[in-house]
């Protein structure tokens, strides 16, 4: 009976622990199934994850094509940053760190005001001129050796305004519908075409600046030629005697003095600003 009474206590307790087992290896099962489930869940938490952008949900934003190179960006910014955060913005997109671009939105675009406060709106066209440093490092410009050149010419010169060439046309005197000027100021370009002066011949020519196409635009009765920026090799400008709230300026078109395109009678206001905006001083350091 001891024996017969044991064998029967060993087989119960083998029956026991094998059903004992079962229920383990179940809650092993499902214990891997609720893994798996909580994994795909956090998978799909990640996928939703925001990008950062919330902190602008609230902010009244400005949709704007930014033109660089020829290449138009589709840039989403608030109406409230100012135009050194545009800049920023725009270097973020095309690369180019904001000293060396030059912003154009009805003219050169300040840094320190709004886009609300310069009246920028939805779809506007922003023109941005510049390049990047390795392009300048990579390319001797010519157009510095062309100024350089012209500068050391023009020192042993005399005044352009009494060379013959030049007298001829200023004897005309000053034209009667003139735009204003305002001696010992800077202004930006003008919104309108600078009209009212003269060319070498004599005759009216106006100067359209078109930003977006990066040309000048040298109209006369006859013709109005598309000037690209880029080909312009140098600005010189001399202030008219007697006439100091004017200047003369010539646009050298190709590679020797020759090429010259003289106008007479330029607003002293808009000098810097004809320079800076053909020449692109800024991008050089």
Known sequence: MATQDGSEEVIMETEAQSK????LGESVEKGDAESLSDAGNATTQDSSISNGDDADGNQEM???KIIWNKIKYDLKIPVDSTGAKLKES???????????????????????????????TNGAKIMVVGSTINDVLAVNTPKEVVQQEVKAEENKKE?????????????????????????????????????????KSGGKVRLTFKLEQDQLWIGTKERTEKVPMGSIKNVVSEPIEGHEDYSMMAFQLGPTE???????????????????????????F
């Not at 004992?20 to 229920?23: C, L, N, Q, T, Y």
Request: glycine share 6%; hydrophobic share 35%; with cysteine.
């Open 20 to 23: 004992e087992a079962e229920p």
């Open 62 to 64: 400005v949709d704007l």
């Open 90 to 120: 725009i270097h973020s997109l095309t690369g180019l760190p904001p000293a060396m671009q030059k912003v154009m939105y009805k003219g050169l675009l300040p840094e320190d005001k709004t886009l609300r406060e310069i009246k920028i």
């Open 159 to 199: 005044p352009l305004c009494r060379q013959k060439q030049h007298r001829k046309v200023l004897d005309k005197g000053k034209p009667e519908d003139i735009m204003p000027s305002v001696k010992g100021t800077k202004e930006r370009l003008p919104t309108v075409p600078l009209s009212g002066m003269y060319n």
């Open 258 to 284: 020759a090429s010259q395109y003289w106008v007479y009678w330029v607003p002293a206001q808009f000098v810097d600003a004809i320079k800076d905006t053909v020449l692109g001083k800024w991008q050089y």
